[in-house]
C-alpha cells in the first residue's frame, strides 16, 4: 500500500489516502468488487464545507461519458454540479448520502462515498493526484476569491 | 368548483426526500388548516405533474385567487403554471430574494402571457427561508391585500366547466378525485391514494421576457421547441428534452428559458446575479461556462442519441456571444488559507 499523502489547503491538511485512485475532478475511486466505489476527496469536501443536499439527475445503470452532468450538490456555501470523471458506467448510488447528506462530510472516504462506477480510463495515483492539487491551488483560490468579491 | 373560499392556498411538494423541506411544508400545512378564510392543498412538485394527471386538473379547477408555496423561483412557478393552463395575473409578494444593489436586472420586454383571466397568482419560493412564520405573515398580508380590494374577486369563468366536461369525455378525474387535493394532510401522509408522478425535464418559458427571436428553436436539436398557430415560440414536445441539459436556456438572449430544477441560479429562474450568494465550484468538478457549456452539453446529448456532435456549427446565435467574465483579481495576502476566511 502506498503511504497517505498530505495537501495543505493554507492551514488545513487535505488527506490523500494511499489505498485509492484518483480523478481530476476531485474524486476517489476505490475497488469494490467488480467495480469502484467513487467519493470526493478531502479536498472537494474541505472547499463545499457542509454538505447539505445531494441528488443525481441520472438513473442507476447508466452510460455516461467523461464530463457529463450526472448530480449536483450543495452546501451551506457552495453549490456545484456533479460531473462524471471518465467514460464509463455508473452502477447505482449509496443510499447513505442520499438519505443524509452530512456523511460526506463525517465519513467522506468510507461511508460518505457516493456510486459505483465501472470505468476501462486509467486513473491518477495518489501522487498524480497531489501533483493536480499543487498545480490547481492557484487556480481554486482565484476562482474562489473572484467569487467572493 | 371545488375550493370555495376567497384564497386558495396550494403547497407544491418538493420532489427530494430532504427532511427539513418535508417538516416546512408540514408545518405551513397545519398552520394554515387553521385559517377558516383559506382553502389549503398540497399537490405533487408542480414540475412533474403532466397535463393528464389529476393534481393538474384540481390546480385548474381553482377559479378564485391563487397563492403557490413551491420549491422553486417564482418566475419559474408562474410560467409553469401558465403553460398548464392555470392562469392569472403574476402577484407581487413581498418574500423575495435580497437583491444585490449591484445587479441591474434587465427590462421584461418579451410578448406576455395571453388570455389572463381576472385573478392573481402569488408564487412563492419555499427555498427562500426555513421559517414557517415568513410566509404566514406573508399569506396573511395577501389575504388583507385580496379582502381590501374585494369588489375584484373574480367570478368563475366557464373554462372551468368545459375542463370538467372534457375530463368527463376522456374519463379522466372526477369531482371526488379531485377533492382529495384538499385533505392536505392525507397528500403528505401518502395516503390520499393520488396517482404518483415521475421526474421530468423540460424548459419553460417566461413569455414576459420572450421576445420570439427563435434561437432556441435554432440551437436546440431535439425538437423540443416548435409555434403556434399565432407563430409564438412553445415548448411543444417537452419529453425529447435531454435530462439536465440547460444548453438552450444558456443561449437565450433575454434570459427567459427557465429550466426550474437546474441548480444555477440564474437558469432556474433568478433575475439577477444571486448566484454571488454562493460559491458555485462546478469548474472545480468539471464543468464549461457559457456558450462553450451550452455547446458542449448539446453535443453530449447528441452523441448520446447515436448522431455526431455538431460543436458549433449549428444554430449559434445571432448576438455576440457575451465572452466570458473571469473575475481576476490580484491575490493579495488575504487568500494565504482557507481557515482565514469565513468561507
Known amino acids: 500500500m502506498t503511504d497517505n499523502l498530505v495537501f495543505m489547503m493554507g492551514e488545513y491538511e487535505a488527506l490523500v489516502p494511499g489505498d ?113 492539487l499543487n498545480d490547481g491551488w492557484e487556480d481554486t483560490q482565484r476562482m474562489i476569491k473572484g467569487q467572493l468579491n | 368548483m371545488i375550493a370555495t373560499k376567497t384564497l386558495t392556498v396550494v403547497v407544491s411538494q418538493t420532489s427530494s426526500k430532504n427532511p427539513a423541506r418535508r417538516h416546512l411544508e408540514e408545518e405551513l400545512v397545519a398552520a394554515l388548516l387553521g385559517d377558516e378564510t383559506l382553502d389549503v392543498a398540497v399537490v405533487p412538485h408542480l414540475y412533474n405533474l403532466d397535463s393528464g394527471h389529476s393534481g393538474t386538473r384540481f390546480l385548474q379547477s381553482i377559479g378564485g385567487h391563487l397563492v403557490v408555496l413551491c420549491w422553486m423561483y417564482p418566475r419559474a412557478a408562474h410560467w409553469l403554471l401558465d403553460r398548464a393552463d392555470i392562469k392569472g395575473h403574476q402577484a407581487d409578494t413581498l418574500l423575495v430574494e435580497e437583491e444585490d444593489e449591484d445587479v441591474e436586472i434587465p427590462e421584461a420586454r418579451g410578448v406576455g402571457g395571453v388570455e389572463l383571466p ?68 392525507s397528500v403528505l401522509s401518502g395516503e390520499s391514494g393520488i396517482e404518483p408522478s415521475k421526474r421530468r425535464w423540460y424548459p419553460v418559458i417566461d413569455y414576459e421576457r420572450c421576445t420570439n427571436c427563435m ?110 467574465v473571469t473575475q481576476r483579481d490580484e491575490l493579495d495576502d488575504l487568500f494565504d488559507g482557507l481557515d482565514a476566511m469565513d468561507l
Open chain 1, 20 to 132: 485509492r485512485f484518483y480523478a481530476w475532478n476531485h474524486l476517489w475511486l476505490q475497488e469494490d468488487g467488480d467495480a469502484l466505489k467513487v467519493g470526493l476527496t478531502s479536498y472537494a469536501v474541505r472547499l463545499l464545507q457542509d454538505v447539505f443536499f445531494l441528488d443525481w439527475t441520472i438513473d442507476p445503470n447508466t452510460d455516461v461519458s467523461a464530463r457529463q452532468e450526472i448530480g449536483e450538490i450543495e452546501s451551506s456555501k457552495a453549490v456545484s454540479s456533479l460531473y462524471a470523471p471518465e467514460d464509463g458506467h455508473v452502477l447505482n448510488f449509496n443510499d447513505a448520502p442520499l438519505d443524509d447528506p452530512s456523511a460526506v462530510n463525517t465519513s467522506g472516504y468510507d461511508q460518505g462515498w457516493l456510486y459505483r462506477f465501472r470505468t476501462e480510463a486509467e486513473l491518477l495515483s495518489p501522487g498524480d493526484y497531489l501533483d493536480v
Open chain 2, 118 to 185: 381576472d385573478r392573481s397568482i402569488y408564487c412563492l419560493d419555499l427555498g427562500l427561508d426555513s421559517d414557517p412564520q415568513l410566509y404566514l405573515e406573508e399569506i396573511a398580508r395577501i389575504g388583507d391585500e385580496l379582502r381590501a380590494g374585494i369588489e375584484s374577486v373574480p367570478v368563475l369563468d366557464d373554462s372551468v366547466g368545459t375542463v370538467d366536461l372534457m375530463d368527463w369525455i376522456a374519463g379522466s378525474p372526477e369531482p371526488e378525485q379531485l377533492e382529495r387535493y384538499l385533505d392536505p394532510l
Open chain 2, 215 to 324: 434561437e432556441c428553436i435554432d440551437f436546440c436539436l431535439f425538437g423540443v421547441y416548435g409555434v403556434d398557430g399565432q407563430d409564438r415560440i412553445l415548448v411543444e414536445e417537452q419529453d425529447n428534452c435531454k435530462k439536465g441539459c440547460p444548453a438552450c436556456s444558456r443561449v437565450c438572449p433575454e434570459n427567459a428559458i427557465v429550466f426550474p430544477l437546474h441548480k444555477e441560479p440564474a437558469v432556474a429562474g433568478a433575475l439577477g446575479d444571486v448566484g454571488a450568494l454562493k460559491i458555485d465550484l462546478s469548474r472545480l468538478f468539471g464543468s464549461a461556462t457559457g456558450l462553450n457549456a451550452a455547446v458542449s452539453e448539446r453535443d453530449v446529448e447528441l452523441v448520446r442519441d447515436g448522431r455526431d456532435a455538431v460543436g458549433v456549427s449549428v444554430g449559434m446565435p445571432m448576438r455576440q456571444a457575451d465572452s466570458d
